[in-house]
């Protein structure tokens, strides 16, 4: 394993401090068939925060579940913080049921966020023509594009989704500022098929040349995302979505090859640019 800061990922981004508090909840919501919103108070959580970072969550009392969850900032204010989840498992089953009042013991911010500034070739520093950015997103990779394009003007937010029920409501996306546009696998909403066939008409539209992509979802979803990338060569970064078990380096449960060396997602990443990654995983 390298030793931090080897990537030039991480060089890139002023490191925030991570702070462990105990947040009260103030709402725990469904906002649709695939998504909860939870939404707690806490300065010291939001502080610094950047699309792309996560927090690790304590679910259960007495350990049960004993490992914490990452999930991504769905939204930072000054002192409010909202996180979007879905129901996969235990945990998160779990954490549905929480109520208004209850505690939640959190770790964050942590990991490294996406990139701003879009890089620019040496060409079209000079031209008038910029690299125009895609946000790739699906599942619980929603969340963080989101964030992200409500904060940094993006050009395009291509979301994939199974059918229309699991479309996120309106009202969630309507601080995005993104042209947004939709593929359902059942064809119910937007066009059938894959998030990637939304990208390939985009890549045709705009020029590969004239791209930055910028991906969070599920891994079949990056690795084809990455997949295109590699073949019209489009730089880019994407938010692996490993297991993680500790949140800050140490269990070494969320390892990537990079060209750097097996490093630890969540220390390293969980933003990775295209050209660090060997293996992202499936
Ligand atoms: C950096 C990061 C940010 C994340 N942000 C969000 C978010 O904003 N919203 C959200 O809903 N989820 C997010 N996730 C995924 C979330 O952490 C998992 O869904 C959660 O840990 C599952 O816990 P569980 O106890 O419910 O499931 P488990 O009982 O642990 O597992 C149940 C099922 O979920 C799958 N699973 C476990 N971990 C993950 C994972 N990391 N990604 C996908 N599937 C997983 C397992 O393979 C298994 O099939 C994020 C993950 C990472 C690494
Ligand atoms: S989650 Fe433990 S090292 Fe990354």
Not at 166 to 177: F, G, N, R
Request: charged residues 25%.
């Amino acid at each position: 394993m390298k030793s931090a800061g080897v990537l030039r990922r991480v060089s890139e981004h002023m490191a925030v401090k991570a702070h462990d508090e105990a947040v009260i909840i103030l709402e725990n919501k469904k906002i649709n068939e695939k998504y909860f919103k939870l939404t707690f108070r806490s300065k010291k959580l939001a502080q610094g925060v950047k699309p792309g970072h996560f927090l690790m969550m304590q679910i259960g009392d007495l350990n049960d579940p004993f490992l914490r969850r990452p999930f991504s900032y769905y939204r930072a204010s000054a002192d409010r913080i909202e996180v979007l989840y879905e129901i996969l498992g235990y945990g998160t089953s779990l954490l549905s049921e929480k109520k208004k009042g209850e505690t939640l013991q959190v770790m964050g911010p942590l990991g490294n966020p996406f990139s701003a500034v879009v890089p620019q070739a040496q060409s079209q520093k000079k031209s008038s023509s910029r690299k125009k950015r895609v946000l790739v997103a699906g599942g619980v990779g929603v969340p963080p594009l989101v964030f992200f394009s409500e904060k940094n003007k993006s050009d395009y937010l291509l979301i994939g989704t199974k059918s229309k029920q699991e479309v996120m409501p309106k009202k969630e996306l309507a601080k995005v500022k993104a042209k947004v546009l939709f593929s359902t696998d059942d064809g119910s909403y937007g066009v059938k098929g894959r998030v990637t066939l939304l990208l390939e008409d985009v890549i045709e539209k705009e020029g590969a040349e004239n791209i930055f992509i910028q991906t969070c979802g599920p891994m079949p979803m990056m690795n084809a995302v990455m997949a295109l990338a590699k073949k019209y060569e489009i730089p880019g970064e994407a938010s692996l979505d490993k297991t993680m078990g500790c949140g800050v380096g140490v269990c070494l449960g969320c390892m990537v090859k990079t060209h750097e060396g097996w490093v630890p997602s969540c220390t390293e990443g969980p933003v990775f640019s295209f050209d660090d990654i060997v293996e992202a995983g499936v």
